[in-house]
């Protein structure tokens, strides 16, 4: 009897944990924006990209890997305050996230054609004040690499590219 007490106990537990208010729902990887109006705002105010991170958290093990190989490195923290805007994009199987957040990812993974994990896409957008709808100027995109320094790299090399395009098109 106890163990099945135990049992319902952590359950309980673990259902508060994830039961989360929009308000208190943050993405697993600290820093991590997981509202696309704040992405956007931040981004229009700075300058920056956004680079969006499509994982699935709780149960994508390349998606773990990128996490504890890059993104929870202060050196990765670094290089992002001073480049992009992150956005985290999750699709859990094991916790639930708000409505508002579980139909902006799937927009979004529609928008831009993911059809695995993890996959990390760089882009500007902009709001039809209007309608509230996002048109999206997707930059590039890339998917798990094993260091700070690859991931880095090749983020750069997109940023690179893209400004080269729009400075090309003045």
């Not at 969006?52 to 998606?63: E, H, R, V, Y």
């Not at 929870?72 to 992002?80: D, G, L, R, V």
């Amino acid at each position: 009897m106890k163990r099945i007490l135990f049992l319902a106990t952590a359950l309980i537990f673990a259902g508060a944990m994830y039961a989360q208010s929009p308000t208190e729902y943050t993405a697993a990887n600290k820093g991590w924006l997981v509202d696309l109006d704040q992405a956007y705002a931040i981004s229009k105010n700075t300058g920056k990209p956004i680079m969006a991170n499509f994982t699935g958290s709780d149960w994508c093990g390349w998606c773990k890997r990128l996490t504890a190989a890059v993104f929870s490195k202060p050196e990765f923290k670094k290089w992002a305050d001073e480049h992009v805007v992150l956005l985290e994009l999750d699709f859990p199987r094991r916790f639930q996230i708000p409505d508002k957040y579980r139909q902006q990812n799937a927009s979004l993974q529609q928008a831009l054609k993911i059809r695995g994990y993890p996959t990390v896409w760089v882009f500007t957008a902009d709001k039809d004040q209007a309608s509230g709808r996002y048109s999206l100027n997707p930059l590039g995109k890339t998917g798990y690499k094993a260091s700070v320094q690859e991931f880095t790299n090749e983020v750069d090399q997109i940023l690179a590219k893209s400004n080269t395009a729009s400075s090309g098109s003045r």
